[in-house]
């Protein structure tokens, strides 16, 4: 016959497994809290309206009109009916462009690692680490073959206007 000990196991006292349990839920919490806080905020795109049509992808240009600014709303540039070829921005201009459709104005918060992170741009008023907000509109979408056939046609249409208004010297 087999002999078991046995090991007594003292009574806790009352209220003790709910105090436990509240200590590894605050544990758990803090736990997640740090690892959040951790983590890089991620690009945010928020549709003020809608558009319509394909999204830019590689290949493509782009032909927005822009705002954009520091989170302090200093304005550190701005640009009207502006080609940008997809692939060509900063990484998170870049990220918000392939979700766009033409037509459509968005309101865009890149955070400093997805734009120019400790570097910013030489003489720029972005200082080191700044997150980015744009006001972005998305007029169209040309392929590059497109778009370059407009600015050869355009080009010519300069030169015959420099040529028609150029002051004859008599």
């Known amino acids: 016959m087999t002999e078991v000990t046995r090991v007594p196991i003292l009574p806790i006292k009352k ?17 997640a809290g740090l690892a959040w806080a951790s983590v890089p905020q991620g690009l945010e795109i928020a549709e003020l309206t809608a558009g319509t049509g394909a999204s830019p992808v590689d290949g ?16 550190f540039d701005k640009g009207e009916q502006v080609p940008m070829p997809v692939g060509s921005t900063i990484q998170g201009f870049d990220q918000a462009l392939r979700q766009m459709k033409p037509g459509g104005k968005y309101d865009i918060t890149i955070p400093a690692h997805l734009a120019y992170g400790a570097h910013p741009p030489m003489g720029s008023a972005i200082p080191a680490n700044a997150d980015l907000d744009f006001e972005v509109e998305l007029h169209e979408v040309l392929s590059r073959e497109d778009f370059d056939q ?21």
């Open 15 to 31: 209220g003790s497994v709910p105090k436990l349990w509240l200590g590894v839920a605050a544990l758990a919490l803090a736990g």
């Open 60 to 75: 493509q240009v782009a032909i927005v009109s822009y705002t954009g600014s520091l989170q302090d709303g200093t304005v």
């Open 150 to 170: 407009r600015m050869k046609a355009m080009q010519q249409m300069m030169q015959q206007m420099q040529q028609q208004g150029a002051p004859t010297g008599q």
